[in-house]
């Protein structure tokens, strides 16, 4: 049985320094923290069972309120041109402003795992004002037994304040909001924002920063595990699929975001999901909301109507609407959270601009080319003043959770790939016969019948064509899918309007990857797209 968390007097916090005259709640299950949160107006129950909270202003990620602390340490080890430096002084007056703004308030305490590989996993300890911020990350994490628990020694801390405001002048903050990250003392302080995603990926940013000096390499990927223990990991940016395609009832998943590859193979670095519900349906992702009706769920940002039934088509409030659930809610997950070598690497993009395939193959040196450039497109209406698809580049799929270089993480996973003998694909989940909003929105279906065939092996007798621009290998035909589907330029109406378009996105790649290109290889240089004439 797993520690019940009865409520216990101050003292358990000595080590994180943190005085209260409240209550602190140790490591408390579900069933009472939704008493909690309840109790205290954070959260309402839904009509199948969930726990349903909002989080106010902030309904995503801030990263341009996220600071590294730059020390004697991570001066030379964090890629500074992409992460924003705090002092050590700055951070001292935050720690201890943030020490004082808890000191007067209840708080609940989690102790928890982040890493499912015993010999690379970190410890962590979450200290949080609001009951259903730790049933989140709870959630999120890798929740200790309670054998575990008993001599559970943290090497990380996270201090989750929503209520607490920064002061720009004394902290060193662009404003009120901030998550301020201590790499070399691995304190984590978060003020200023309710958006509980940001908690998880904290975690991320710490392993992203101490897993590769072990020759671990940390991905931003789901992962799943066909029958015969084939494993395949998917890189994607929010919004391209990583959560959805990785659920497939007829292989195993390992986790739907964030994982390492070690000696022995790669490992979940959560005990969860965190899966976007914008548009959700039974039908077209089955496991994921049957999730949305179980007890032990949060839904963030997610509108309950009258009878407190979720509504996944209501993005009023945002598109970013969301659900954080344990891992095991899924039938086909991994008890284990860990599994071999990838036999299979996958990388999504939302192609707003539907000038990409719906799959291609890629060599070695295209997939290090497409895994430093991290592309993606948002479309209109995802963000304010987005009114035409605008092109995304975030490195390694992950940039914002990259404290070291790129060329590092990309040196690691080339070397990985090269040992292992790893198939690479691109798979484009975004628009076909036209940019968004001309053209329709891939069908999932027909991306699920090309990722079988890929993963499976069915692939491999198959013809490929280059593509004219990007000069990766397209198969000509595929049995399921219409043969005019693979072809993008064939599913648009004005061929022209076709041709603009593909070089002006290869133009955008072109322009985002020169700031790498005194970093990699002539060969990963190689796999650069170019214009070509297109065929009439």
């Known amino acids: 049985m797993r520690n019940t968390g009865n409520r216990q007097p101050d003292g358990g916090l000595d080590r994180q320094g943190i005085k209260t005259s409240g209550h602190i709640y140790y490591n408390l299950l579900p069933a009472p923290l939704y008493e909690e949160a309840i109790r205290r107006g954070e959260a309402m129950l839904s009509a199948d069972g969930a726990l349903a909270a909002m989080t106010g202003d902030h309904t995503g990620r801030s990263p341009r309120d996220k600071f590294i602390v730059r020390d004697e340490a991570t001066a030379s080890t964090v890629w500074w041109a992409e992460n924003q430096p705090m002092s050590p002084a700055a951070f001292d007056a935050l720690h201890a402003d943030f020490r004082a703004h808890a000191s007067a308030r209840d708080l ?12 690379e996993s970190l410890p962590v300890r979450v200290v949080t004002e609001y009951a259903w911020h730790s049933l989140f990350i709870r959630n999120l994490l890798i929740r200790p037994e309670t054998a575990e628990l008993a001599g559970f020694v943290p090497k990380m801390t996270i201090i989750d304040l929503p209520s607490f405001r920064a002061d720009p002048p004394r902290h060193g903050t662009r404003s009120g909001t901030v998550i301020a990250i201590d790499l070399s003392r691995l304190i984590v302080l978060i003020g200023g924002t309710a958006y509980a995603g940001e908690m998880k990926k904290a975690v991320f940013t710490a392993l992203n920063y101490l897993l590769p000096t072990r020759g671990v390499m940390p991905m931003h990927c789901s992962a799943n595990a066909g029958p015969g223990g084939d494993t395949a990991i ?18 195993t998943l390992i986790g739907d975001d964030e ?29 994921i909301f049957n999730t949305t009706r179980r007890f032990g769920t949060v839904l963030e940002n997610v509108p309950l109507d009258d009878l407190r039934n979720p509504d996944f088509d209501d993005g009023t409030l945002t598109e970013n609407t969301r659900c954080a659930y344990p891992l095991d809610f899924i039938p086909n997950a991994s008890r284990t959270g860990r599994a071999g070598h990838p036999t299979s690497i996958v990388m999504l993009t939302a192609d707003a601009f539907g000038v990409m395939p719906p799959i291609a193959r890629l060599t070695p040196a295209q997939a290090m080319y497409h895994f430093l450039s991290g592309y993606t497109a948002k479309v209109a209406g995802t963000e304010r003043g987005v009114t035409e698809p605008l092109a995304t580049f975030s490195t390694c799929f992950g940039s914002p959770f990259m404290p070291r270089h790129p060329t590092e993480y990309g040196a690691l996973l080339k ?63 595929v049995p399921g899918v219409a043969a005019s589907l693979l072809d993008p330029r064939d599913t648009w109406a004005d061929k022209t309007a076709y041709d603009r378009e593909a070089a002006r996105l290869v133009g955008m790649f072109v322009g985002n990857f020169e700031k790498f290109e005194d970093h990699v290889d002539a060969g990963v240089l190689g796999g650069a797209p170019a214009i070509h004439e297109a065929a009439e």
Not at 108 to 119: H, N, R, Y
Not at 234 to 251: E, I, W, Y
Not at 269 to 280: D, H, R, S, V, W
Request: hydrophobic share 40%.
């Open 234 to 251: 998917f890189f994607g940016l929010s919004g391209t699929g990583k959560t959805t395609l990785s659920a497939d009832p007829a292989r």
């Open 415 to 477: 070397r990985l790939i090269a040992e292992h003998g790893t198939s690479c694909w691109l798979v484009n989940t975004g628009w076909t016969g036209g940019a968004y909003g001309t053209g329709r929105r891939m069908p999932i279906g027909a991306t699920r019948s090309l990722l079988a065939a890929a993963l499976g092996g069915g692939l491999e007798g198959a013809d490929f064509r280059p593509d004219p621009h990007f000069g990766f290998a397209v198969p000509v035909a």
């Open 259 to 287: 994982h390492g590859w070690g000696p022995e193979g790669i490992f979940n670095f959560e005990g969860g999901c965190y899966a976007k519900t914008i548009k959700l349906s039974a039908e077209a992702e089955p496991e």
């Open 108 to 119: 609940f305490v989690q102790d928890l795992i982040g890493g499912a590989d015993p010999g």
